[in-house]
């Protein structure tokens, strides 16, 4: 499956509240000893929800659409 | 867009518990001013005592922490004698309608160009628990633990009979509501309310579990029991338990604070 | 518009506060509704406007005093009036301001209390209050005028006072002074000596906003002009950021203390009347520093050796500039309106080497020329 958008955490703001793991329509996150960790880099779509739902900034997401845009602009 | 363009970076992470919706409005609040493309230096968030009241500490505008529910009041004397300073109110349930219940309902009368977010989580948290006007009757809090006697307000009704030009509410959860509602306050004058209902698992959820323990499970109760406002409106009372009322309450074009005093200037000078 | 400079005219006191406001280059008022201080409110009301100025009827004395705040933050010199009942709500934003180091001018133009007291009868009550109202260790700066005149140039001072300290100041007026008119010679405008607030001179990114300076005094920045800083009512350190550091506590708490503390010799001002030659020194203040003038030169034409020092400043208390004329004298006059709440500060300033005479009257009336005359002849 072709890679649709770039995962970054910041685990140091992260409080491992589960949102990201819960919410994530496509089952990216599974919850790890203390953190969640990345489970499925290649299934996310880059919808952003984690991102938005994410309380303490931990999230980014980085649609390769967009980035494209960046590094072209 | 990138937060920690506006974010006070050594101050992170902020103090707000796992699961707390409001670092969630608080992204709503930046991805806004981020897409208006405001001057950093021209926005003062404004704050009073609560958790929500920690917001401005953690972003890179001009930030006011200011004593408990006046928040407004000092908004108040910053809109007036600097107009075009963006002012941003960011206040909790007890902070905007127990202690600063006064100067909210007074801010809406006159219609002053203040965006207040209010983000209600049903609860004092940062006291550890305490009921609060909005926490529903016969929740437990940490004093009321037979039970909340009192009733509770309901905000963004309070406000739009108060006179805000916009009101709205939105919850946690919705995030693309939220920004939708705070992008139709921040383009319009006058007084406008956006009401975010953020989940307090440590202080409420915990004691109150038909909405959830955690921040995740609090998050979803929103998402399967919020009511658009256009849909409550043909629902009943006892279909509404428990529900959260989303959407616009108000929006109307009326005269806001500037468009009168200027007026009493003009006469003023005349004399 | 234009009249001849300077100007002679009757005003009332609460009024001439006002213009003496305006004079200090206020643009902004908020302000309630209370006996005896509305005129204040009124007149700004009146004159605010035409000026491009400010004027809100806020919600309540809480608000009012928040607001002032807010405005001063973003550059306005702004004042807000009261009486009692609302002095005392306005204590908790006094505090903010005092920590967070905002000038600000407050007048108190006190009636009878506690509580509701006598709204329209004149007191010294809110002697203490004044300097110890909100809570914790904080600065103060209270003015005392006794003539209209001095409601004019006390409120331009405590402007000045509030710009070059970064604290908030009181003029602590009274319901007698408030309400009477009697002559005021206003001087030209390029007469009235102002003092701004210190700007900061480093950049942004260096900026630090309660910076422990040698003066005690960090520049400060308004809001809105390219230094987003933090401001909060929570102890800070020196960038404005809460902190729980032990070290940092005690030096802010230190340095905001001392910026009133080490300053003392600027700040206070009294008036000596006929205290080379004495042997009964009459301490007063306010409404009562007026009947104890006449008393004193009427004791005085009889051959009695009085003589009087008038504070125009409360606090801080001036404990040097008592003690100075304690040296050759039998006894002390303190009458007041109130039951001896400034007599007690002198008694502990001068060690009570010195018998007091305290002359209180708590009844709503005013303390007469004749009144502290009887004293002055009758009590040995």
């Keep these: ?12 703001w992260c409080k491992s509240c589960e949102i990201c793991v819960k919410f994530c329509p496509q089952k990216v996150y599974e919850m790890g000893k203390f953190y969640p960790k990345i489970i ?10 984690c991102e938005n739902l994410c309380p303490d900034f931990v999230i980014t997401i980085t649609p390769l659409k967009e980035k494209k845009k960046l590094e072209t602009a | 867009m990138d937060y920690l363009n506006y974010l006070r970076k050594d101050k992170m992470p902020h103090i707000w518990c796992d699961g707390c919706g409001h670092g969630i409005v608080l992204k709503s609040i930046l991805r806004t001013v981020d897409k208006l493309g405001w001057d950093k230096n021209e926005i003062a968030l404004i704050s009073g005592i609560g958790c929500s009241s920690r917001t401005p500490g953690y972003v890179d505008f001009n930030t006011l922490h200011t004593t408990h529910g006046r928040a407004l009041s000092f908004a108040t004397g910053i809109k007036i004698s600097k107009p075009k300073m963006h002012t941003i109110v960011v206040s909790g349930d007890g902070d905007a309608t127990a202690i600063g219940g006064n100067h909210f309902i007074h801010a809406a009368r006159r219609n002053m160009d203040i965006n207040l977010i209010i983000f209600n989580n049903n609860i004092y948290g940062m006291t550890g628990g305490q009921c609060s006007p909005t926490t529903p009757t016969g929740k437990f809090a940490s004093t009321s633990q037979f039970g909340n006697p009192d009733s509770p307000f309901d905000i963004s009704r309070l406000a739009e009979a108060a006179g805000a030009s916009f009101v709205a509410r939105s919850t946690a959860y919705h995030f693309a509501k939220t920004d939708k509602y705070i992008e139709m306050a921040f383009r319009k004058k006058g007084f406008c309310v956006v009401e975010v209902l953020s989940p307090c698992p440590t202080a409420y959820g915990r004691r109150n579990k038909s909405t959830g323990k955690v921040g995740h499970e609090m998050l979803k109760d929103q998402k399967e029991n919020s009511v658009p406002i256009e849909r409550a409106r043909k629902m009943k009372p006892e279909e509404l338990k428990d529900k959260y009322i989303t959407g616009v309450f108000i929006d109307r074009d009326v005269p806001d604070y500037f468009e009168h005093y200027n007026e009493v200037k003009k006469r003023a000078k005349l004399k | 518009m234009s009249q001849p400079n300077p100007k002679i005219k009757m005003m009332q006191g609460n009024v001439a506060c006002a213009e003496g406001a305006i004079a200090a280059g206020c643009r902004f008022f908020a302000g309630y509704p209370i006996t005896p201080s509305s005129e204040i409110a009124e007149t700004m009301s009146l004159k605010l406007p035409a000026l491009d100025g400010n004027f809100i009827q806020m919600e309540d004395e809480i608000g009012a005093m928040g607001a002032v705040i807010g405005s001063s933050l973003v550059g306005v010199k702004s004042l807000t009036a009261t009486s009692g009942p609302g002095f005392s709500l306005k204590q908790e ?5 005092a920590i967070a ?21 004149p007191a010294q009550g809110d002697v203490m209050q004044s300097r110890w109202g909100t809570h914790g260790d904080h600065p103060a700066i209270v003015l005392c005028p006794s003539s209209v005149e001095e409601c004019y140039f006390m409120t331009i001072r405590a402007f000045n006072l509030s710009e070059e300290y970064r604290t908030p100041v009181i003029v602590l007026s009274d319901e007698i002074i408030g309400h009477l008119t009697e002559k005021i010679t206003i001087p030209h405008h390029s007469d009235i000596d102002i003092i701004n607030r210190l700007k900061p001179q480093s950049d942004p990114e260096n900026y630090l906003p309660y910076e422990n300076t040698e003066t005690y005094i960090p520049a400060m920045a308004n809001f809105g002009e390219g230094y987003r800083y933090h401001v909060t009512g929570l102890v800070h350190d020196e960038t404005g950021f809460p902190t729980n550091d032990s070290k940092k506590i005690e030096e802010q708490l230190t340095r905001l203390y001392n910026k009133i503390e080490k300053n003392h010799d600027k700040i206070i001002d009294v008036s000596e009347y006929f205290c080379d030659d004495m042997d009964t020194l009459i301490i007063a203040y306010g409404a009562v520093a007026r009947s104890a003038k006449q008393s004193m030169l009427k004791a005085r034409q009889e051959g009695h050796k009085v003589g009087l020092l008038k504070l ?5 208390f001036p404990e040097k500039q008592i003690v100075k004329l304690c040296q050759n004298i039998k006894r002390i006059i303190v009458p007041e309106m109130n039951f001896g709440q400034l007599a007690h500060e002198i008694e502990w300033a001068t ?17 007469t020329p004749l009144d502290i005359y009887n004293i002055l002849i009758n009590r040995k």
């Design chain 3, 312 to 316: 125009n400043t409360i606090w801080p």
């Design chain 3, 93 to 97: 934003n006094i505090g903010f301001a």
């Design chain 1, 40 to 49: 499925a880099p290649e299934a996310c779509t880059g919808c952003k929800i």
């Design chain 3, 101 to 121: 180091e905002i000038p600000v001018v407050i007048i108190n133009v006190q009636r009878g209390g506690p509580s509701t007291g006598l709204p329209t009868k």
């Design chain 1, 1 to 12: 499956m072709e890679k649709k958008a770039d995962i970054a955490m910041n685990l140091e």
């Design chain 3, 351 to 367: 060690r009570r080497a010195i018998p007091i005479i305290k002359y209180n009257k708590i009844n709503g009336e005013p303390i």
